[in-house]
Each structure stands twice: as structure tokens, then as C-alpha cells.
């Protein structure tokens, strides 16, 4: 049984997530507002939490940053906005999933399971991967180039986490966009070039030339030591 963190001002969809994930096995906390969100969210200890973004006193956004700061809780966010601009931003500062209004609530469950799911995989730390130019340290999420700290986001970490659980190993455009993103993503093989060129310009010698970052076009990626 997870514990869930539901957080959305509209009281009839907190009623009705709140019924279903009971239905599941789940223990539900709710919250209305963002401020009493990220209190819960640090001081509860919920599984996971469904953020709504569109909150009365404080953007859902904010309560993202808020919540990470303090917790890597698994977050997956609900919001009627559905441009992939604000779709990314969220990612970028930590959610793990991202659900536009109106959605399903067995989807939503899918969802849930999943985040909870590679939350617990995450348990195998990866630990520090070091090559002449750069280190990678997983467990404290830092990162060094030439010995000069270099800020990666959240998705950044998550990409590179997944690949380099097997160096070497290539994996697949599909499975990096569901590790990364979530289940339902599976076709956005844009995001995966915007977030490997953004990692090439920070960790590569010449980002146009990768030496440890590699694409096999029309498979996947693999990173090479």
C-alpha cells in the first residue's frame, strides 16, 4: 500500500481520486492549497504526490520547487496546460510525470504504480561515474567538469542515471522517454535530442563530436566511459 499525497483545489476531483485510490489499496492524504502541500509533502512522508498546478494561493510550480528542495518524493503533475513549454519547465524542476486535464483516472493509477515503481528502483544507487573531463556523483546529484561544479536538472540526472546503469549499453529511444518521462511517453524522441544536446554542451570536450554521449540514429543512446 502506497501512501498518496493528492493536492487540487477542486473538491469534487479530490473527493473522486480519493475514493479510487482507496479502492486500490492506497492511504490517501489531501491537500487544497499549495502551502499546505509542501508542509505535507516534507513532513508526511507520502509515496507520491499528484500536484494540481492550478492552486489558489501559490502556483503549483512554486510548491514543485519547494517540495524539492527538501524531498525527492516521486510528483506527478496535473494541469489543464497543455503546451509542451510548460510540460517541460515542470520536468526540468523535478516532476516525474506530467497529466493534462481531463484525463482518466485508470490512467492516473497507471501512473501512480509506475512512479512508485521506479522510486523503489531507484534504491540500486548508481554511486560515482568519472572520466578525464567530467564526474558524475548520482548520490549527492553533482556534478564537476574540469572541477568546476556544473548545475544538471532533474530530467538532465534521470537521462543520465538511466544510461548509466549500463554504460555502454544502448537503450532505446522508447525505454529512455518512459524511464524519463513516464509510461506514456514513448514517440517524443524530440525531447531526448533537446536533453542530450543541452548534456553535450555541459559535460563534452566538443559537443559536435560526443565521445561519451553517443546516438545510434533511430535506435537509442548509449554512454561510453
Not at 545510434?216 to 548509449?222: A, S, V, W
Request: hydrophobic share 40%; net charge negative.
Amino acid at each position: 500500500m502506497s501512501r498518496v499525497l493528492v493536492v487540487d483545489d477542486d473538491a469534487r476531483l479530490r473527493r473522486t481520486l480519493s475514493i479510487a485510490l482507496r479502492a486500490h489499496g492506497h492511504e490517501v492524504l489531501t491537500s487544497a492549497d499549495g502551502r499546505s502541500a509542501v508542509q505535507a509533502a516534507l513532513e508526511d512522508s507520502p509515496d507520491v504526490v499528484v500536484l494540481d498546478l492550478g492552486l489558489p494561493d501559490i502556483d503549483g510550480v512554486d510548491v514543485l520547487v519547494q517540495v524539492r528542495r527538501g524531498s525527492a518524493v516521486p510528483v506527478i503533475v496535473l494541469s489543464a496546460r497543455h503546451e509542451s513549454d510548460d510540460k517541460i519547465e515542470a520536468l526540468d524542476l523535478g516532476a516525474d510525470d506530467y497529466v493534462t486535464k481531463p484525463f482518466g483516472v485508470e490512467e492516473l493509477l497507471a501512473r501512480i504504480r509506475a512512479a512508485v515503481r521506479r522510486a523503489g528502483e531507484g534504491g540500486a544507487a548508481i554511486g560515482t561515474v568519472a572520466t578525464d573531463r567530467f564526474t558524475l556523483d548520482f548520490a549527492e546529484r553533482r556534478a564537476t567538469v574540469e572541477g568546476q561544479d556544473t548545475r544538471l536538472t532533474p530530467t538532465e540526472w534521470r537521462l543520465l542515471e538511466t544510461l548509466c546503469r549500463d554504460p555502454g549499453h544502448l537503450v532505446s529511444q522508447q525505454e529512455l522517454l518512459r524511464q524519463v518521462w513516464g509510461p506514456s511517453y514513448g514517440r517524443e524522441s524530440n525531447y531526448l535530442r533537446v536533453y542530450a544536446n543541452q548534456l553535450r554542451r555541459k559535460l563534452e570536450t566538443d559537443p559536435s563530436r560526443p565521445v561519451h554521449l553517443l546516438t545510434e540514429p533511430g535506435l537509442g543512446y548509449r554512454f561510453v566511459v
